[in-house]
């Protein structure tokens, strides 16, 4: 098993081995919205924005799509995603987004005084389901391209 320190490596390692294997395997590559150049109140990003990492794992993330572009190294049919905020009935209770502000009191990991930042927040969440369904529409194109799934 790899570790976190391979993070860079994971997307070279798996497209060598389809390259070897068999090149007509689709490879999806889980990109990431990152942390691009705008601020919290600019347009929505979309896959042309700059991304700026600032963690190992993003600067996998970042990698891993940069990797599958290259011309002539892979040629293989590669695409990437970049999924938004997205939610399933089977995410863990250990997650904010599962808990209601009277679970997070009654937390054990809670203190005192954790309450949410903002109650009034609002943001768009999609169905994890819908999510997979477009990755897999993604390995049905002609073409691999670079992807954005949002709700």
């Known amino acids: 098993m790899l570790d976190r320190r391979d993070d860079r490596t994971r997307v070279t390692r798996v497209l060598d081995a ?3 294997a068999n090149p007509a395997i689709r ?19 979309d896959r042309d924005d700059a991304a700026v990492p600032r963690s190992p794992y993003g ?10 572009k290259l011309p002539g190294e892979y040629g293989l049919h590669a695409s990437s995603g970049m999924l938004f905020n997205h ?6 209770l250990e997650f ?5 502000p009277t679970e997070r009191r ?5 203190s005192p005084t954790s ?15 819908d999510y997979v369904r477009a990755m897999w529409l993604m390995l049905q194109q002609d ?4 992807f954005v799934v949002a709700p």
């Open 18 to 20: 389809i390259r070897i």
């Open 27 to 45: 490879f999806y590559q889980a990109s990431s919205s990152g942390d691009v150049r705008q601020g919290p109140r600019g347009p929505p990003p």
């Open 59 to 68: 600067v996998a993330k970042v990698y891993g799509t940069v990797t599958i």
């Open 87 to 92: 939610e399933s009935p089977r995410r863990g």
């Open 96 to 100: 904010v987004t599962r808990k209601s």
């Open 106 to 110: 009654a937390s054990p990991a809670a």
């Open 115 to 129: 309450s949410p930042r903002n109650l009034d927040a609002q943001r768009d969440w999609g169905f994890a389901a």
């Open 143 to 146: 073409k691999p391209d670079d």
